[in-house]
């Protein structure tokens, strides 16, 4: 099993920067695929960015250019830099990692960071 604990939300004007971490914990040695996914208000979860074991970086479109995920398994943290941030990125922002276990895939979530961004 894995523990992930996201930290770093908060309330920043448009235009502002936010760093988001996620603590990731437990049996790290099965995970593969890491990504960010967000859930803004009265709408479900999309996917932000995803970072591979390798370290491989994908975006969704509204977000490239502004957005950086980075992986540091040494020190076991996501990261997540959010740059010129826009109103629309309001949502709550949650960890997420694919573990493979006996031929398995399991999804593991952490339990969401606010972030508000103000016009």
């Known amino acids: 099993q894995v523990q992930l604990v996201e930290s770093g939300g908060g309330l920043v004007q448009a235009g502002g920067s936010l760093r988001l971490s996620c603590a990731f914990s437990?049996?790290?040695?099965?995970?593969?695929?890491m990504a960010w996914y967000r859930q803004p208000p009265g709408r479900g979860r999309e996917l932000v960015a995803s970072?591979?074991?390798?370290?491989?970086?994908y975006y969704v479109d509204s977000v490239k250019g502004r957005f950086t995920i980075s992986r540091d398994n040494a020190k076991n943290t996501l990261s997540l830099q959010m740059n010129s941030l826009k109103p629309e990125d309001t949502a709550d922002y949650y960890c997420?990692?694919?573990?493979?276990?006996?031929?398995?895939?399991?999804?593991?979530w952490g339990q969401g960071t606010q972030v508000t961004v103000s016009s």
């Open positions: 970072i591979t074991s390798g370290g491989s970086a």
């Open positions: 997420h990692a694919d573990y493979w276990r006996w031929g398995a895939r399991n999804d593991y």
């Open positions: 437990g049996d790290t040695g099965y995970m593969s695929t």
